[in-house]
């Protein structure tokens, strides 16, 4: 298996990426909210308040 070593990698390291995926997951959502409606600029805007808010 080619995956074997990204496996124990895995299993052995104590770091996680679930604060980022996090953030990511809320972009995504507000993009969602807002597809169609709105400028980049009111898209940034409102990322940055709920980040600041939520």
Known sequence: MKE???VI???SCNISNGV???NVNKVK???KDMYG???Y???RKKVIY???FS
Do not use: F, V
């Open 50 to 52: 709920q980040s600041l």
């Open 20 to 22: 980022a995926e996090g």
């Open 9 to 11: 990698n895995a299993i």
């Open 29 to 31: 959502q507000i993009k």
């Open 4 to 6: 074997t070593q990204a």
């Open 37 to 39: 409606r709105a400028s």
């Open 41 to 43: 600029e009111l898209l």
